[in-house]
């Protein structure tokens, strides 16, 4: 897997919109480090990450952009182990520049030397109505844009990170993507909607609970998620529940992992324990524990 895949988890033209001129000076929602990173203390010592919002004509595609920047100097290279959302990206990384499907599993990247990264992550189905066919066939795959932004990669490649700041990096990209703007499409927002009541804290745990919520029959379910999502509801599920397990754990604090298993839809402990392991590659209390040791170590 190439090196933009595996930092995504975590972020032209010469004209710039006065929207994207002044998005600096724009607060965004999204969280500074979001669920999913590993090793989220780690991770916002070493690397700056920044998300800018769409404008208001993609916001229906478009979740934010993002940017990752690093500069290790003379340091030695480090893992950066990333547990991803169900989101497709754009990427532009030097080099290797592409559309990103889902990545199902967990992945890693080695962070070394110095670079920057701008991302545009879509919202669940989002990517959907620009590539015109199912977006499973991207699970754990790429892409070329080419023929989805109508311009040649290396030249995009070129204007993106050419950009000066990240003001001209989300100005460039945006250009591109509002010059090939799809009309709607309403299976791309019932999919959204079926993926945001996946995520919620206290949503449903099983794929039957989901088709209650959704008014939708598990069949349908499953190639909405097929073509829209790229994964499937069961694995959507799972995925948020043990995102929202290693967030938990990275706080400060004292911790309940039989309670944690219960809160977050676990048969029990044990199922907790096993899923999260195989994931992250730690146990939740070896995790834990790691987490708090960096916390008390300091920068």
């Given at each position: ?132 066919h199912p977006v499973a066939r991207l699970a754990d795959r790429t892409m070329p844009f080419d ?53 919620a804290v206290d949503g449903p745990a099983s794929v039957a609970a989901l088709c209650a919520q ?86």
């Open positions: 897997m190439g090196g933009a895949a595996r930092i995504r988890a975590l972020a032209g033209t010469t004209t710039v919109s006065a929207r994207t001129a002044n998005i600096l000076d724009k607060p965004d929602t999204t969280p500074a480090t979001p669920k999913g990173i590993v090793d989220p203390l780690g991770m916002a010592r070493r690397i700056r990450l920044a998300t800018y919002p769409p404008a208001a004509p993609l916001a229906m595609f478009v979740d934010y952009y993002w940017i990752v920047e690093w500069n290790m100097g003379q340091r030695a290279p480090e893992i950066q182990r990333v547990l991803p959302y169900p989101n497709a990206h754009l990427v532009f990384d030097r080099g290797q520049s592409a559309i990103h499907g889902v990545v199902r599993g967990a992945f890693e990247r080695s962070v070394a030397g110095a670079g920057r990264v701008l991302g545009v992550r879509f919202k669940p189905g989002g990517l959907r109505p620009f590539i015109g023929d989805v932004l109508r311009v040649p990669t290396m030249e995009a490649e070129q204007r993106v990170l050419g950009g000066a700041g990240d003001a001209g990096m989300v100005g460039a990209a945006e250009a591109m993507l509002l010059a090939v703007l799809p009309a709607p499409d309403p299976r791309a927002l019932t999919a959204e909607q079926a993926v945001a009541a996946a995520a959704m008014g939708i029959e598990e069949r349908a379910l499953q190639r909405l998620f097929s073509h829209y999502v790229g994964v499937s509801p069961k694995w959507v599920i799972q995925r948020y529940r043990l995102q929202e397990a290693s967030w938990r754990l990275a706080r400060p604090g004292p911790v309940d992992l039989a309670g944690l298993a219960s809160q977050l839809g676990f048969f029990d402990q044990a199922h907790f324990t096993r899923d999260f392991t195989k994931l992250v590659g730690t146990s939740p209390l070896e995790y834990w524990k790691s987490q708090q040791e960096t916390r008390h170590r300091g920068p």
